[in-house]
């Protein structure tokens, strides 16, 4: 069984989808153990303290450094056996340390088709904004591998979704959230704990 630890920021959707789809079984080979919020307001920490699932809150700002915020949440990860490390909604870019600590075992969700609208200044409704500005047709989301560049990593999984002519970025948001993020994040969670991801060089194969 893995013990995976969910870092989130604001309202938790993403988390939420992961703790529903663990209570229907389909996540059979791993159980969320904590979740750890950026951010002390966060919706997510009610939606985990309702299912029962321990928090912690380390907030970046109230450190001196990015060095020693890293140094804290890293050693929060190796306390709760981190086996898989999920940024559902997460607004802090990961120092090196915990990357290399954690290689090929932290997977983020983007709300796009990557390599579209994505890297740095690119989350949550800013993605959508570009979007529709950039007036594609299709959108999506994607789950990937987190390495040392924003939203570069091996792709998991990825859905798309279309672009409807009266969308606002609000609409969009919460279309991909619905029809792509909260099926392709536990999804992707799951093969993950059964030990089904493959990663080689930038590709990632699903085995059977
Ligand atoms: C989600 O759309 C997620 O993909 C996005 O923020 C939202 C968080 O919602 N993440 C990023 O933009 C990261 N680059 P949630 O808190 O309801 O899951």
């Known amino acids: 069984m893995k013990n995976i ?54 907030v970046p700002k109230e450190f001196e450094s990015r060095e020693v915020y890293s140094k804290v949440l890293l050693e929060a990860l190796f306390q709760e056996y981190a086996d898989l490390i999920v940024l559902a909604g997460f607004m802090t870019i990961l120092d090196e340390t915990i990357i290399r600590a954690y290689h ?66 609000e609409t969009l948001q919460k279309r991909v959230m619905e029809q792509a993020e909260w099926k392709i994040l536990p999804r992707a969670v799951s093969l993950f704990c059964n030990g089904q991801l493959e990663v080689k060089g930038r590709t990632v194969w699903i085995k059977d």
């Open 5 to 58: 630890v969910v870092l989130v920021s604001g309202g938790g959707t993403n988390l939420q989808a992961l703790i529903d789809a663990q209570k229907n079984g389909q996540i059979p080979n791993g159980r969320i153990t904590c979740v750890i919020s950026s951010n002390p307001d966060a919706y997510a920490l009610t939606r985990a303290k309702e299912n029962g699932i321990g928090t912690r809150v380390i």
């Open 104 to 169: 090929n075992q932290i997977i983020n969700v983007h709300p796009s088709l990557i390599p579209a609208f994505c890297g740095a200044g690119y989350y949550g409704l800013r993605v959508h904004e570009a979007a529709l500005e950039r007036g594609v047709k299709l959108t999506g989301a994607t789950v990937h591998f987190v390495n040392e560049v924003a939203d570069d990593g091996p792709i998991i999984l990825q859905q798309a979704v279309a672009v409807e002519p009266d969308d606002t970025p």
